[in-house]
DNA sequence: TCCTGCGGTCTACATCCGAGACTATATTCC
DNA sequence: GGAATATAGTCTCGGATGTAGACCGCAGGA
């Protein structure tokens, strides 16, 4: 029994898969390195749930602090203020404060929270896509264990 | 000031924008359509912190599960047995178990999988390139806030 | 006057996650 | 022969993290 073997026949863009061979952030080297991993760094913005979800909202237009939270749904005061935090502080969001008397706060993508956008929009495209057959898999694989 | 203004001008792809736009399950009609929305489910796997990390790793070539862990090197094996159940539920990944005597298990991409591939390689792309602009909004974010 | 909306913060409670111990079998090393 | 190691996980515990909801000060509307 072989193992390791080179994979199952795949037909993958040589470009995509050299993208993701570069991504080399993994346990080579110490573990110091781990943290200063370009793509584990942005990635772990993105897989902050609510980070994609918000930026995609505010794809639309800017938005207030409430609206934004009405738009999105099922976020939390607390988690909303400390997703909006993080992708201010990443630079994907500028948050503008309006000296109205009681103060208005509007957030907005910045230049770089724009250029996400794409491949935001090719996951999302992606997800609606294979949506059917997740859902497909998702029964089989219940029906499956009892 | 307006309120809610059309946003700033920016050049985005208008298909992309369009692909966004078109992903509205958000705080829309009642709350349990939102478990629903296809791209939530699929985004809620991605933002799996986990799950796109393996998703990558096994883009190379099959792994057995020890080896996997090896790889992607700071997740536990907790963590690995749950994301790839995940996965292979969502039918992104395959697991086929050998018949030795510690018996192997491979884990490998299907051709579902593979095709999630593109879209991430694109997210990956780009968390590359903005890498260095995210690295220094941070440390302009971090000197104002003390 | 009371009530609502605004942009948050704070507090309890619940859930999640990581580290490490533990399983059982087979091979390797001394 | 006996100890050590590797295999693929499972289990448990304590700490981190997320959620729901109360609360705040201020302003406008009924």
Redesign the pocket.
């Known amino acids: 029994m072989t193992r390791e073997r080179p994979g199952n026949p795949v037909a993958l863009d040589p470009a995509t898969r050299a993208v993701l061979a570069d991504f080399s952030c993994r346990a080579s080297e110490d573990a110091g390195t781990l943290q200063d991993c370009p793509v584990r760094n942005v990635l772990d913005r993105v897989g902050?749930?609510?980070s994609l979800l918000i930026l995609i909202t505010l794809s639309q237009r800017p938005f207030?602090?409430?609206?934004?939270?009405?738009e999105v749904g099922?976020?939390?005061?607390?988690?909303?203020?400390?997703s909006?935090?993080m992708l201010e502080r990443d630079g994907l969001v500028a948050?503008q404060?309006f000296p109205t008397?009681?103060?208005?706060?509007?957030?907005s993508l910045t230049a770089l929270g724009e250029s996400a956008l794409t491949p935001v929009a090719a996951l999302v495209s992606w997800a609606a896509g294979a949506h059917d057959q997740i859902r497909d898999a998702r029964h089989l694989f219940d029906a499956a264990t009892p």
Chains 1, 2 share one sequence.
């Open positions: 902050d749930k609510w207030r602090f409430a609206a934004l939270q009405r099922d976020i939390s005061k607390r988690m909303l203020t400390q909006l935090r948050r404060v008397k009681p103060p208005a706060v509007e957030y």
